[in-house]
């Protein structure tokens, strides 16, 4: 079994930083890419940010410049540094995995953090 365990959210005022963790674990052979994506209430989970296996990185341009993805492939987690934080982001966050077991590779998703971004 896989699981993905996230934290860090919270309330924070606008202007305000936050650090997410996601860490993977279970019976886990390789993992790809992962990234954070988010929910606001009514609307679709859209992707914040991913990173490959490799370090490369991919942001919505509404968050460019202020958050920072970054993974620790040795521990199977990945960050989210939020900086200069505004209502509009203000979601649930949801960690995803695309990872290899030993017989399926697979996309895993956290339960969720929320995060909410007012004074």
């Known amino acids: 079994q896989v699981q993905l365990v996230e934290s860090g959210g919270g309330l924070v005022q606008p202007g305000g930083s936050l650090r997410l963790s996601c860490a993977a674990s279970?019976?886990?052979?390789?993992?790809?890419?992962m990234g954070w994506y988010r929910q606001a209430p009514g609307k679709q989970r859209d992707l914040v940010a991913l990173i490959t296996s490799g370090g490369s990185t991919n942001y919505a341009d509404s968050v460019k410049g202020r958050f920072t993805i970054s993974r620790d492939n040795a521990k199977n987690t990945v960050y989210l540094q939020m900086n200069s934080l505004k209502p509009e982001d203000t979601a649930v966050y949801y960690c995803?995995?695309?990872?290899?077991?030993?017989?399926?590779?697979?996309?895993?998703w956290g339960q969720g953090t929320q995060v909410t971004v007012s004074s």
């Open positions: 279970g019976n886990i052979f390789k993992i790809y890419n």
């Open positions: 995803n995995a695309d990872l290899q077991r030993v017989a399926v590779r697979a996309d895993y």
